[in-house]
């Protein structure tokens, strides 16, 4: 059994920054892959950005790339979404999730691929 754990959100104006965190506990191993994804109000969830624990790639949603960043570490077993240069339309609960098993970059950004989710955490984003 996995548990995750986000925080971190807040309400920033326009410009802003903010990191968000998630604890992850339990057994996973660097096949993992870890996500971010978000859902704003009255639309579906969307991916953001994910990595494999193991290190290497990462995947950016074409919407954050460039502005997010996403990072681990592995001693405290967090994950990490730096997120600068905030919009309106970034508002949103972000989750993150992890997949237990190797698999393919080419579906990281797939919400049916993520074994375990956490309970999110609210970005807003508002002058």
């Known amino acids: 059994q996995v548990q995750l754990a986000e925080s971190g959100g807040g309400s920033v104006q326009p410009g802003g920054s903010l990191r968000l965190f998630c604890a992850v506990s339990?057994?996973?191993?660097?096949?993992?892959?870890m996500g971010w994804f978000r859902q704003a109000p009255e639309k579906e969830r969307e991916f953001v950005a994910a990595r494999s624990l193991g290190g290497g790639s990462t995947r950016y949603a074409d919407s954050v790339r460039g502005r997010f960043t996403m990072s681990r570490d592995n001693a405290l077993n967090t994950m990490y979404l730096q997120m600068n240069s905030l919009r309106p339309e970034d508002t949103a609960i972000y989750f993150c999730a992890v997949r237990i098993r190797r698999t393919i970059f080419g579906v990281w950004h797939r919400q049916n691929e993520y074994d375990y989710w956490g309970q999110g955490t609210q970005v807003t984003v508002s002058s």
């Open positions: 339990g057994r996973t191993s660097s096949d993992s892959v």
